[in-house]
């Protein structure tokens, strides 16, 4: 081994090349052999791994695990024609690999030189992803794997499921594609705006599943998050996908993922935003959504995310939570009731109602907040009534509220902090 | 100075869950290892095994017989060796405690008998 010569890896290399190699190989094989192409994909990095330790590591690190899936890929298909004609049944490899000349591949990959650009293949692949017989966390699941490299446990840590139920997901996903016959195409101009709109929905659950999942680990909370930008910057930036409305989606998340670092403690408490360190927002995500914000406006139509991205551009551009130009929160929660009217929302307008009128009226709006009884079991509707009756300083409903969103909080980290808020309400006088 | 192997014991089946950023860590947790021990003059050598269990041969009443080495069934073989420097057992054992393999397996020291 020559030490001397092995320098650190690129950040998340294993988990980036996993994605682009798995979308080369599947549209190079077809959707219906992505099984395959997985793992012919792990099996390349799991050589890398035992290998390089006594070996180091190559000089073009990205280009040996190219080179080390493409073989092996080549391998698994033959051995699976060989095994169709055995059976006598009929050959169902793809065309080229019925061809015993086929030369062993020769390290030809070119390193991208911008290690987040999605190239055409992963693009298609995030399409197939986000086909219309795959929907929600099933994409979700299906993209992180695939396009986003990870693997089945990070997933299911940071989706909070059972890795076992996450592994059945990806079979029955797998299976869907095949079935449907999913193209591992880029849509053309015709079917293109509803396609997009698909990957953005996926692409916005992703981010909402890591920035919400208060259990999960801080790390795979954030990668999530950062894929769900990557991928959304991925698409907005393509010339012919990109919309005013992804440039919004991707300002929401670049937005919110500035302060991601910030909202929970080091024991994963949420931190409340007027005790937010500030100094610790990421001021590069802030000037990347304040560029997209820019070029969301050229849009004809106000879409959700656009409204979401000025939200959660209020929170991240004031400098302080007393600065907060809330009347203005008010009104764009507004405008969001009348896209994507929700009881959440209507929560979330009455908190900031309590900050632009007072607490009174926030009390008042929670009221009506929740009219159709859906928020039953959600805690945050009693944690913004508690909220409001200890800014009017009645701590006995104040108690009696963050009691009751307790017993319906499950996660450990939110019932800390809810107990946190108890405790100091029971030293007051 | 005295030359020790070790031997890397390890159950193969074990590496096949890691995802792709757990496999880099890895990478690089033994890359980091062995610039260490390079850097102290420590460092010798080391030697990835294939996977396949290798040949088990031995005489059977005079006749040589050949046996393919027990992959399937085990649950553990030496799936690879480092060699290094040190002076006595207990500088190596120190050496070897920081090892990622401890992670993947356990690790078998023998002073390599140059006397």
Redesign the interface.
């Known amino acids: 081994?020559t030490?001397?010569q092995?320098g650190?890896?690129v950040d998340?290399?294993?988990?980036r090349?996993?994605g682009r190699l798995v979308a080369r190989l599947a549209r190079r094989f077809g959707v219906r052999s992505l099984q395959l192409v997985e793992d012919a994909v792990?099996d390349a990095?799991?050589q890398?791994?035992?290998?390089?330790?006594?070996?180091?590591?190559p000089h073009d690190p990205a280009a040996w695990i190219a080179t080390a899936a493409t073989n092996r890929a080549l391998d698994l298909v033959r051995a699976d024609a060989r095994r169709a004609r055995l059976l006598g049944g009929p050959d169902s490899a793809p065309a080229d690999a019925h061809d015993p000349t086929l030369p062993v591949v020769a390290p030809s990959y070119q390193t991208p030189t911008d290690h987040h650009e999605l190239g055409d293949d992963e693009l298609a692949l995030l399409f197939a992803c986000a086909h219309p017989a795959i929907t929600g966390e099933t994409a979700v699941t299906l993209m992180l794997k695939t396009v986003g490299?990870?693997?089945?446990?990070?997933i299911a840590r940071g989706l909070l499921a059972e890795p076992e139920a996450i592994a059945q997901r990806l079979v029955r996903a797998r299976r869907t594609l095949a079935e449907a016959r999913v193209p591992m195409t880029i849509p053309d101009a015709a079917h293109a705006h509803d396609r997009v709109q698909a990957v953005g929905e996926a692409l916005y659950l992703m981010f909402t599943e890591g920035h919400s999942a208060a259990e999960a680990d801080a790390v795979i909370r954030r990668d999530l998050c950062h894929e769900a930008l990557r991928l959304a910057l991925a698409v907005a930036d393509h010339p012919a996908l990109g919309t005013p409305s992804l440039d919004a989606l991707v300002a929401l998340m670049a937005f919110t993922a500035a302060r991601l670092e910030t909202r929970v403690d080091d024991a994963g408490i949420p931190v409340l935003l007027a005790d937010q360190d500030r100094t610790r927002w990421d001021r590069a995500l802030i000037g990347l959504a304040l560029q997209r914000v820019e070029r969301s406006m050229r849009a004809t139509t106000l879409t959700r995310w656009h409204v979401e991205a000025e939200l959660a551009g209020y929170h991240a551009l004031s400098p302080s939570v007393d600065e907060m130009p809330w009347h203005a929160v008010v009104d764009a929660y507004d405008r969001l009731l009348l896209i994507a009217p929700s009881p959440v929302v209507r929560v979330n307008r009455a908190v900031a109602l309590g900050f632009a009128a007072g607490p009174a009226d926030a009390l008042e709006a929670l009221d009506h907040a929740d009219d159709e009884g859906r928020l039953a079991r959600y805690p945050w509707l009693h944690a913004a009534r508690a909220h409001a009756h200890e800014r009017l300083h009645d701590a006995a409903s104040a108690r009696h509220a963050w009691s009751r969103a307790l017993a319906l909080t499950t996660s450990a980290p939110h019932r800390r902090f809810i107990e946190g808020r108890l405790a100091r309400l029971a030293a007051m006088p | 100075m005295a030359q020790f192997i070790l031997l890397l014991h390890e159950n193969p089946a074990a590496?096949?869950?890691?995802?792709?950023?757990?496999?880099?860590q890895?990478?690089?947790r033994?890359?980091a290892w062995?610039?260490a021990l390079?850097e102290k003059g420590h460092?010798v050598?080391?030697?990835?095994l294939k996977d396949e269990g290798g040949r088990h041969m031995a005489r059977d009443k005079g006749a040589l017989r050949v046996t393919d080495g027990p992959y399937s069934e085990v649950k553990e073989l030496v799936?690879?060796l480092?060699i290094i420097e040190a002076p006595d057992y207990d500088t190596a054992v120190t050496l070897a405690a920081d090892c990622?393999h401890m992670d993947n397996g356990w690790i078998e020291i023998r002073e390599i008998d140059k006397a």
């Open positions: 081994m030490h001397e092995v650190p890896l998340h290399l294993f988990r090349e996993a792990q990095l799991l890398a791994c035992r290998t390089w330790p006594f070996r180091g590591i490299g990870f693997g089945v446990r990070e | 590496f096949a869950d890691l995802t792709p950023e757990e496999m880099q890895m990478v690089a033994y890359g062995g610039r390079a460092y050598g080391g030697h990835k799936g690879g480092f990622p």
